[in-house]
Antibody, heavy 119, light 107 residues
Framework: QVQLVQSGAEVKKPGASVKVSCKAS????????MHWVRQAPGQGLEWMGI????????SYAQKFQGRVTMTRDTSTSTVYMELSSLRSEDTAVYYC????????????WGQGTMVTVSS | DIQMTQSPSTLSASVGDRVTITCRAS??????LAWYQQKPGKAPKLLIY???SLESGVPSRFSGSGSGTEFTLTISSLQPDDFATYYC?????????FGQGTKVEIK
């Protein structure tokens, strides 16, 4: 079945970087875009960026420009989201979610990865 | 970025009630709107796309309507499994944005 499986929880110190993975299965990896969305504890959903696994092109939310990098590995059907210069406000659950085109709703989501930033 | 505003933020209702949640966009998004349901500790689940299209497998008691800047999600007869938080999302333009969420609580 179609699924997105994310890497496990992370605890990082302020100033460090984190890299979260999202492994796709059950569909053609390069046929769907992938978004990253985060959710701080008790808060709403915040869009971070999108990657096209086919060519690797990306588009990031202005808020994260310069701090976020999204990449993919087509050999393992995995996308990655790396966030640098972490601060306490980056403590959140990070989700990947796929779309067929960049004009589609997010139909399949990963289970989420909790990232805690604490000294 | 396009701002999405949901109302109410919290809604108390009973099983069997008809429930309506409203979402307003800061500018026209045509019909590029989705609704998601999220339960505690779980990822969001797509319910409605393109403002009024029901995602496969979603019960028919859920329906969506609207276009332009005003949208609604209606649950025709609230069931125990429907107590959750609901988010609208626009995907009209790059810079996808979500509403702040509406928590549906047991009355």
């Amino acid at each position: 079945q179609v699924q997105l499986v994310q890497s496990g929880a992370e605890v990082k110190k302020p100033g460090a970087s984190v890299k979260v993975s999202c492994k796709a299965s059950g569909y053609t990896f390069t046929s769907y875009y992938m978004h990253w969305v985060r959710q701080a504890p008790g808060q709403g959903l915040e869009w971070m960026g999108i990657i096209n696994p086919s060519g690797g092109s990306t588009s990031y939310a202005q808020k994260f420009q310069g701090r976020v990098t999204m990449t993919r590995d087509t050999s393992t059907s995995t996308v990655y989201m790396e966030l640098s210069s972490l601060r306490s406000e980056d403590t959140a659950v990070y989700y990947c979610a796929r779309v067929l085109t960049d004009r589609d709703a997010f139909d399949i989501w990963g289970q989420g990865t909790m990232v805690t930033v604490s000294s | 970025d396009i701002q999405m505003t949901q109302s109410p933020s919290t809604l108390s209702a009973s099983v069997g009630d008809r429930v309506t949640i409203t979402c307003r966009a800061s500018q026209s998004i045509s019909s590029w709107l989705a609704w998601y349901q999220q339960k505690p500790g779980k990822a969001p689940k797509l319910l409605i796309y393109k403002a009024s299209s029901l995602e496969s497998g979603v019960p028919s008691r859920f329906s969506g309507s609207g276009s332009g800047t005003e949208f609604t999600l209606t649950i025709s007869s609230l069931q125990p499994d429907d107590f959750a938080t609901y988010y609208c999302q626009q995907y009209n333009s790059y810079g996808w944005t979500f509403g702040q969420g509406t928590k549906v609580e047991i009355k």
